[in-house]
């Protein structure tokens, strides 16, 4: 299996352009998540889905940020216009069910906004 | 505040030494889980503990749970090189089933 695939692995992008993550899940998982991870709050939880629909999406930071997940294999997160604060590394992750299960996480997009 | 606070927040070994790290968190929870992050790449689940297990072991790892103090431990024992990375808990709340909260984690260092 190849496991959860993001892309790009790096992004650098200047203040106010927008920015797409993508995450392909590992197949036949049935929810997926997006976190964000910086050195000041740690691994934050943004958005989770499960069978492709929205469950919490709590942790998004504010209306900059959207994530879509239009099927099964695929899912992205949209940051519009993006801000130097944005910078950090997100990741995906996907589990079998949607709770008391492992998550396997992909490598992650480190995100620079300059 | 966050769900799992670790503790130490690092710690550096010899290798063959035993490694322990702590975990503490607030509320009621389902499980409680441990990942390792290796710099510079994604986590990695080591080990699962629920509710209404003490003690969970997986190679050289031992994990307890103590759900009357709230709290975690995750034991490395005969420590290698290679086990130099982060290590978080994340706890699945019995509120908020599907969703885990990390602990900022503790860095390990075991020196060859």
């Known amino acids: 299996d190849a496991g959860v695939i993001q892309s790009p692995r790096h992004e650098v992008t200047e203040m106010g352009q927008e920015v797409t993550l993508r995450c392909k899940p590992i197949s036949g998982h049935n929810s997926l998540f997006w976190y964000r991870q910086t050195m000041m709050r740690g691994l934050e939880l943004l958005i989770y889905f499960n069978n492709n629909v929205p469950i919490d999406d709590s942790g998004m930071p504010e209306d900059r940020f959207s994530a879509k997940m239009p099927n099964a294999s695929f899912s992205t997160l949209k940051i519009q216009p993006s801000e130097p604060r944005d910078s950090a590394v997100y990741f995906c992750?996907?589990?079998?069910?949607?709770?008391?299960?492992?998550?396997?996480f992909g490598p992650g997009t480190r995100l620079t906004v300059l | 505040s966050q769900q799992g606070e670790e503790d130490p927040q690092a710690l550096s070994i010899q290798e063959g030494e035993n490694a322990t790290m702590n975990c503490s968190y607030k509320t009621s929870i389902n499980n409680l889980q441990w990942y390792r992050q290796n710099s510079g790449r994604g986590l990695v689940h080591l080990i699962l503990?629920?509710?209404?297990?003490r003690e969970k072991h997986s190679g050289r790892l031992r994990v307890t749970l103590d759900t009357s103090k709230k709290s975690s431990s995750l034991l490395i024992t005969a420590s290698r090189a290679a086990d130099t990375a982060s290590y978080f808990c994340a706890t699945e709340a019995l509120s908020n089933t599907g969703k885990l909260i990390f602990g900022q984690g503790t860095t390990l260092q075991v020196k060859p």
């Open positions: 992750a996907s589990s079998l069910a949607e709770h008391t299960d492992t998550q396997y």
């Open positions: 503990i629920r509710s209404n297990e």
